[in-house]
T-cell receptor, first 114, second 116 residues
Framework: NAGVTQTPKFQVLKTGQSMTLQCAQDMNHEYMSWYRQDPGMGLRLIHYSVGAGITDQGEVPNGYNVSRSTTEDFPLRLLSAAPSQTSVYFC?????????????FGQGTRLTVV | GESVGLHLPTLSVQEGDNSIINCAYSNSASDYFIWYKQESGKGPQFIIDIRSNMDKRQGQRVTVLLNKTVKHLSLQIAATQPGDSAVYFCAEITWWVSGNTGKLIFGQGTTLQVKP
């Protein structure tokens, strides 16, 4: 059982480049989300999805796009990378977002924008 | 506004002592609170949770206390071990029945250092 798989683990981008961070889960979870983690800032919610075809903005959505065409996949797109987007990105999934649920996290993607 | 915060960025304890990590939250409408543990280089891992209609929940060596009057959450770790060294995050879920959606929001984290 793979759980939540994020790719790539590491990425260096030049300012202005675009890329997609991949997230896949094999637990048939409805709820998926993306966070970024910066020193001293904790994890901040970028975008989330309560099911296929449904996405919504979190705390820091600017500069990022998401889509949820399948239950399994929730890619995060950086449209035009900026140095301020240098961070560690975590994808999470859970059965639902209501109580009595546990969120499972991927191992993270460390992104550096130069 | 909506925020979840922890009182101290770093907590240092002696091995075998009990640890108490605190968290203050501001959204009184939050339904559910969770503590996560993050070890270096890894994603956060679920430790224990508590619903807003409870004030205490116990797990294996961990206890979470919720005081809704002062919007305060704490994680107590009994007999702290070196393997407990990590960053601990409190998080809250706010659920909107009307929209059938909700958000999981994290606080800033407390680094627990266990001295041998």
């Amino acid at each position: 059982n793979a759980g939540v798989t994020q790719t790539p683990k590491f990425q260096v981008l030049k300012t202005g480049q675009s890329m997609t961070l991949q997230c896949a889960q094999d637990m048939n979870h409805e709820y998926m989300s993306w966070y970024r983690q910066d020193p001293g800032m904790g994890l901040r919610l970028i975008h989330y999805s309560v099911g296929a075809g449904i996405t919504d903005q979190g705390e820091v959505p600017n500069g990022y796009n998401v889509s949820r065409s399948t239950t399994e996949d929730f890619p995060l797109r950086l449209l035009s990378a900026a140095p301020s987007q240098t961070s560690v990105y975590f994808c999470a999934s859970s059965y639902s977002i209501q109580s009595d649920t546990e969120a499972f996290f991927g191992q993270g993607t460390r992104l550096t924008v130069v | 506004g909506e925020s979840v915060g922890l009182h101290l960025p770093t907590l240092s304890v002696q091995e075998g002592d009990n640890s108490i990590i605190n968290c203050a939250y501001s959204n009184s409408a939050s339904d559910y609170f969770i503590w996560y543990k993050q070890e270096s280089g890894k994603g956060p891992q679920f430790i224990i949770d508590i619903r807003s209609n409870m004030d205490k929940r116990q797990g294996q060596r961990v206890t979470v206390l919720l005081n809704k009057t002062v919007k305060h959450l704490s994680l107590q770790i009994a007999a702290t071990q070196p393997g407990d060294s990590a960053v601990y995050f409190c998080a809250e879920i706010t659920w909107w029945v009307s929209g059938n959606t909700g958000k999981l929001i994290f606080g800033q984290g407390t680094t627990l250092q266990v001295k041998p």
